[in-house]
Protein backbone atom coordinates (compact mmCIF):
# COMPACT_ATOMS: atom_id res chain seq x y z
CA UNK A 1 0.00 0.00 0.00
CA UNK A 2 2.88 2.58 0.92
CA UNK A 3 4.61 2.08 -2.63
CA UNK A 4 1.02 2.81 -4.17
CA UNK A 5 0.98 6.39 -2.23
CA UNK A 6 -1.48 5.40 0.58
CA UNK A 7 0.18 7.65 3.51
CA UNK A 8 -2.04 7.43 6.51
CA UNK A 9 -2.48 4.47 8.98
CA UNK A 10 -4.08 3.77 12.05
CA UNK A 11 -2.65 1.56 14.94
CA UNK A 12 -4.96 0.49 18.26
CA UNK A 13 -1.31 -0.80 20.03
CA UNK A 14 1.55 1.33 20.80
CA UNK A 15 3.62 -1.49 20.91
CA UNK A 16 2.58 -2.99 17.84
CA UNK A 17 2.98 0.25 16.23
CA UNK A 18 6.89 0.19 17.59
CA UNK A 19 7.24 -3.15 16.00
CA UNK A 20 5.65 -2.91 12.68
CA UNK A 21 6.57 1.56 11.55
CA UNK A 22 9.35 2.42 13.55
CA UNK A 23 12.00 1.54 11.03
CA UNK A 24 9.65 1.95 8.29
CA UNK A 25 8.83 5.63 8.76
CA UNK A 26 12.13 6.64 8.87
CA UNK A 27 12.36 4.97 5.28
CA UNK A 28 9.29 6.46 4.37
CA UNK A 29 9.00 10.48 5.44
CA UNK A 30 4.85 10.87 4.30
CA UNK A 31 3.60 8.09 6.24
CA UNK A 32 1.40 9.93 8.79
CA UNK A 33 0.79 7.24 11.93
CA UNK A 34 -2.60 7.50 13.72
CA UNK A 35 -2.79 6.08 17.42
CA UNK A 36 -6.51 5.14 17.41
CA UNK A 37 -7.29 3.20 20.43
CA UNK A 38 -6.94 3.94 24.19
CA UNK A 39 -3.47 5.39 24.95
CA UNK A 40 -2.35 4.68 28.52
CA UNK A 41 -0.36 7.51 30.51
CA UNK A 42 2.99 4.57 30.67
CA UNK A 43 3.04 4.96 26.84
CA UNK A 44 3.00 8.18 25.73
CA UNK A 45 6.57 8.41 25.27
CA UNK A 46 6.71 6.13 22.80
CA UNK A 47 3.48 7.44 20.97
CA UNK A 48 4.53 10.42 20.92
CA UNK A 49 7.61 10.18 19.28
CA UNK A 50 6.12 7.37 16.57
CA UNK A 51 2.33 8.87 16.28
CA UNK A 52 1.69 12.10 14.67
CA UNK A 53 -1.82 11.50 15.43
CA UNK A 54 -3.72 10.50 18.88
CA UNK A 55 -7.21 10.08 18.41
CA UNK A 56 -8.02 9.11 21.66
CA UNK A 57 -7.15 11.53 24.75
CA UNK A 58 -9.84 10.59 27.10
CA UNK A 59 -8.63 12.32 30.40
CA UNK A 60 -6.56 15.56 31.88
CA UNK A 61 -3.99 13.08 33.48
CA UNK A 62 -3.15 12.30 29.88
CA UNK A 63 -3.69 15.23 28.35
CA UNK A 64 -0.79 16.95 30.43
CA UNK A 65 1.21 13.69 29.96
CA UNK A 66 0.86 14.25 25.99
CA UNK A 67 2.02 18.38 26.95
CA UNK A 68 5.36 17.42 28.96
CA UNK A 69 6.48 14.66 26.26
CA UNK A 70 5.78 16.94 23.14
CA UNK A 71 7.97 19.60 25.17
CA UNK A 72 10.99 16.73 25.92
CA UNK A 73 10.72 15.52 22.47
CA UNK A 74 10.35 19.07 20.73
CA UNK A 75 7.02 17.66 18.78
CA UNK A 76 3.62 18.47 17.99
CA UNK A 77 1.32 15.85 17.72
CA UNK A 78 -2.60 16.55 16.12
CA UNK A 79 -5.01 15.30 18.86
CA UNK A 80 -8.46 14.10 18.54
CA UNK A 81 -10.42 14.62 21.86
CA UNK A 82 -12.21 11.15 22.85
CA UNK A 83 -16.26 12.17 23.57
CA UNK A 84 -18.07 9.37 25.12
CA UNK A 85 -21.40 10.76 23.03
CA UNK A 86 -23.08 7.77 24.43
CA UNK A 87 -22.47 8.37 28.08
CA UNK A 88 -21.54 4.54 28.56
CA UNK A 89 -19.91 3.86 31.69
CA UNK A 90 -17.29 1.49 30.37
CA UNK A 91 -16.29 3.47 27.43
CA UNK A 92 -13.62 6.19 27.92
CA UNK A 93 -14.15 9.89 26.49
CA UNK A 94 -15.36 13.15 27.91
CA UNK A 95 -18.67 13.71 28.50
CA UNK A 96 -20.39 15.90 25.96
CA UNK A 97 -21.20 18.76 28.24
CA UNK A 98 -17.93 19.13 29.44
CA UNK A 99 -15.56 18.65 25.84
CA UNK A 100 -15.89 23.00 25.64
CA UNK A 101 -13.98 23.34 28.94
CA UNK A 102 -11.92 20.53 28.45
CA UNK A 103 -10.79 21.54 25.24
CA UNK A 104 -10.00 25.19 26.59
CA UNK A 105 -7.75 23.68 29.18
CA UNK A 106 -5.92 21.24 26.83
CA UNK A 107 -5.36 24.31 24.21
CA UNK A 108 -5.01 27.29 26.14
CA UNK A 109 -3.15 25.63 29.05
CA UNK A 110 -1.65 22.86 28.21
CA UNK A 111 -0.68 23.98 24.53
CA UNK A 112 -1.69 20.68 22.71
CA UNK A 113 -2.19 21.04 19.14
CA UNK A 114 -6.38 19.68 19.11
CA UNK A 115 -7.53 19.25 15.63
CA UNK A 116 -11.09 17.24 16.04
CA UNK A 117 -13.33 15.20 18.31
CA UNK A 118 -13.52 11.41 18.03
CA UNK A 119 -16.25 9.03 19.37
CA UNK A 120 -17.01 5.28 19.75
CA UNK A 121 -20.97 5.88 19.40
CA UNK A 122 -23.47 2.68 21.26
CA UNK A 123 -23.95 -0.33 18.88
CA UNK A 124 -27.51 0.74 17.96
CA UNK A 125 -29.45 1.32 15.44
CA UNK A 126 -29.56 5.49 16.58
CA UNK A 127 -26.06 5.96 15.06
CA UNK A 128 -26.98 8.70 13.22
CA UNK A 129 -28.35 10.59 16.18
CA UNK A 130 -24.79 10.47 17.98
CA UNK A 131 -23.31 11.43 14.70
CA UNK A 132 -25.25 14.38 14.39
CA UNK A 133 -24.20 15.41 18.04
CA UNK A 134 -20.59 15.29 17.40
CA UNK A 135 -21.49 17.58 14.23
CA UNK A 136 -22.79 19.57 16.43
CA UNK A 137 -20.26 19.99 19.41
CA UNK A 138 -17.10 20.31 16.94
CA UNK A 139 -19.39 22.87 14.85
CA UNK A 140 -20.06 24.88 18.78
CA UNK A 141 -15.97 24.42 19.87
CA UNK A 142 -15.22 25.47 15.84
CA UNK A 143 -12.77 22.69 15.36
CA UNK A 144 -12.23 20.93 11.81
CA UNK A 145 -12.03 17.70 11.79
CA UNK A 146 -14.26 14.24 13.34
CA UNK A 147 -13.02 10.87 13.96
CA UNK A 148 -15.69 8.96 14.02
CA UNK A 149 -17.21 5.65 11.44
CA UNK A 150 -16.03 2.13 11.12
CA UNK A 151 -16.56 -0.53 8.63
CA UNK A 152 -20.30 -1.16 9.33
CA UNK A 153 -21.24 2.16 9.64
CA UNK A 154 -18.86 4.83 7.85
CA UNK A 155 -21.18 6.12 5.21
CA UNK A 156 -23.36 7.21 7.56
CA UNK A 157 -20.36 8.89 9.18
CA UNK A 158 -19.45 10.54 6.13
CA UNK A 159 -23.30 12.09 6.12
CA UNK A 160 -22.51 13.78 9.36
CA UNK A 161 -19.09 15.81 7.59
CA UNK A 162 -16.78 13.00 9.81
CA UNK A 163 -13.28 13.45 7.93
CA UNK A 164 -11.50 10.66 9.82
CA UNK A 165 -12.21 6.82 9.31
CA UNK A 166 -11.76 3.34 10.76
CA UNK A 167 -12.47 1.37 7.95
CA UNK A 168 -9.02 -1.40 8.41
CA UNK A 169 -11.68 -4.56 8.85
CA UNK A 170 -13.36 -3.45 5.46
CA UNK A 171 -9.80 -2.97 3.56
CA UNK A 172 -7.88 -5.85 5.83
CA UNK A 173 -10.55 -7.81 7.25
CA UNK A 174 -11.25 -8.67 10.80
CA UNK A 175 -8.72 -9.03 13.26
CA UNK A 176 -7.74 -12.99 14.08
Known amino acids: MINYGHVHFGENKVQEALIKWENIKQDFHKIKLHMVGKLQSNKVKYAVSLFDYIHSLDNLKLAEKI ?3 ELKQNKKIKIFIQVNIGDEIQKSGIAPNKVENFFKICSKNLGLNIIGLMCLPPN ?3 IEIHFSQ ?3 LRKKINLPDLSMGMSDDYIK ?12 SKIFGERS
Open 67 to 69: AKE
Open 124 to 126: NKN
Open 134 to 136: MLN
Open 157 to 168: AINYEANYLRIG
